[in-house]
């Protein structure tokens, strides 16, 4: 029998195993591989493959119905208005509708306004700028959609009173509709993103597109914001664009604090290849985006904008973070800035940790590496840590370890920590009252561990480049000193 002839542009070296230029998982992934089998085995030299399904059209849809699926998941409370206790026991609680009542958004005011009267009726909206805007903009786009007149009426009556209104009721679900349509979008966008970064790899990002956590916590906050412009970012650092990079991180830092942590990574990268007007270029596109971003909000109400700096400066230890087990087992109150002193200091560390490692290692680590290793640090240290901070991690580490063991073993932790919490919040894992709630501890610990775990994979390819399965690029040559040697006589 003749032997066939390989496929043209079949890739050589480590981690091949596709048609054409991009790396295919049946081949590459021995999870991937054995689930084959149920639909035909891997990859072969005869498939041809299919004209229109390319691998970033199948992933967009692998995104959409992940997504789809967390607004099914959502059902629950949507049609009891997220008033009840339902929203535990379903596990659909999300943050949208009550803030969108508590903060003033149902009346329109501007998030930042130092109006008196505005600030004696509601809180002043505890994040960011990136996300008070977005937040403004999609409540004026729910009552526009919803026919919700002239609402600056409504600061003549209580606020439990308009909350408690029909027509209120019919915001919330709006409200909550703009804002998921609008996530379900970036979520696509975003591993779109993600499978451009390697495009010898775009399966990588299935990792993100079909993930557990993504569907049950991309409702929950506005942190999808954020995950977008993370994604963004390790799409422009691929392709050598330090300024838009800069940019994005800066736009992402003003949405949600944790994008900044891209840029300690960043200057490993560039100390190590000499890239130093990169690194410069990133750090001022940051600074700059961030600065003009957060003028507005500055400018409109000062006490307003520092409150997103306060409410975290003085909040305790909170769901989730290994600090709340700490003061539960003990019995005893652990101060805010005693837990503030504490977590930045052991970040701190955790950073040193991280840098020697990048430096250390044999080849440049990639960036999402990196960046999956600083801010899994932040989270594992941080005084809280709540369900949704799951997104933080996603993209960075769909592409840090694309291996689907791990990632499983990560997010199955994940999974049981979100159930966990919210049996918590009902009160249904402590078994009689004034009793410690040994089962909420024991998920915390769980989550932490497979954090950890993940963190070891990820260290190791670092250290070990033969693990990695994604190729890297090779360092520059070291310079060679021209200087001549001097024999003394």
């Not at 999300?94 to 009542?101: A, I, N, Q, V």
């Not at 956590?213 to 050598?240: E, K, S």
């Not at 001549?484 to 006589?489: C, H, I, L, Y």
Request: net charge neutral; charged share 15%.
């Amino acid at each position: 029998m003749t032997r066939l002839p390989e496929p043209p542009g079949e890739p050589s070296g480590k981690g091949s195993g596709g048609r054409g230029d991009h790396v295919h998982p049946t081949l590459d992934d021995p999870v991937v591989t054995a689930l084959s089998e149920g639909v035909g085995g891997p990859f072969g030299r005869r498939s041809a493959g299919h004209p229109w399904w390319t691998p970033v059209r199948v992933l967009v849809l692998m995104a959409a119905v992940c997504f789809a699926l967390g607004m099914v998941q959502k059902s629950g409370c949507y049609q009891g208005h997220w008033a009840n206790e339902d929203r535990y026991t379903h596990m659909c609680y999300s943050d949208l509708p009550y803030l969108y009542t508590g903060r003033g958004l149902v009346e329109l005011d501007w998030p930042f306004s130092d109006d008196p009267q505005v600030r004696a009726r509601y809180e002043v909206m505890e994040y960011p700028v990136g996300i008070a805007y977005f937040a403004y903009g999609a409540a004026w786009v729910t009552q526009k959609v919803t026919g919700a007149g002239d609402v600056s009426t409504r600061a003549d009556q209580p606020t439990g009173d308009v909350a408690a209104t029909g027509q209120v009721q019919k915001e919330l679900r709006g409200f909550v509709i703009v804002n998921t349509l609008v996530f379900a979008a970036l979520a696509i966008l975003s591993a779109w993103l993600l499978a451009g970064v390697n495009p010898r790899r775009p399966w990588d990002a299935a990792i993100f597109a079909a993930s557990p956590t993504l569907l049950l916590t991309g409702i929950i906050n506005w942190d999808m914001l954020a995950v977008v412009f993370v994604a963004g970012a390790l799409f422009t650092w691929a392709r050598d664009r330090p300024l838009a990079t800069g940019v994005l991180i800066g736009i992402g830092t003003a949405t949600k604090l944790y994008p900044l942590f891209l840029l300690g990574p960043i200057a490993i990268i560039c100390l190590r290849q000499r890239r130093y007007r990169d690194l410069v270029d990133t750090v001022l596109a940051a600074a700059a985006s961030w600065f003009l971003l957060n003028a507005p909000a500055y400018l409109s109400g000062r006490a307003e904008w520092m409150r997103f700096w306060e409410f975290n400066s003085e909040r305790g230890p909170d769901l989730g973070s290994g600090w709340l087990v700490l003061s539960q087992i003990r019995e005893t109150t652990i101060s805010a800035g005693t837990v503030n002193h504490w977590s930045w200091a052991l970040f701190g560390l955790w950073c040193v940790a991280v840098a020697v490692v990048g430096l250390r290692a044999p080849s440049t680590p990639r960036l999402a590496q990196l960046g999956f290793l600083v801010v899994a640090g932040f989270l594992l240290v941080n005084k809280v840590y709540s369900p949704q901070y799951v997104l933080w991690l996603l993209p960075l580490a769909a592409l840090a370890r694309p291996r689907w063991r791990d990632q499983l073993v990560w997010q199955a932790c994940e999974v049981f920590y979100f159930a966990s919490v919210w049996w918590y919040l009902q009160g249904d894992l402590q078994p009689s009252e004034g009793q410690d709630v040994g089962f909420y501890w024991v998920a915390v610990i769980v989550r932490m561990l497979g954090e950890l775990y993940l963190v070891a994979m990820v260290t190791r390819d670092v250290l070990r480049p033969e693990h990695d399965v994604v190729e890297r690029e090779p360092d520059p040559p070291q310079p060679i000193s021209t200087r001549s040697n001097v024999v003394a006589v």
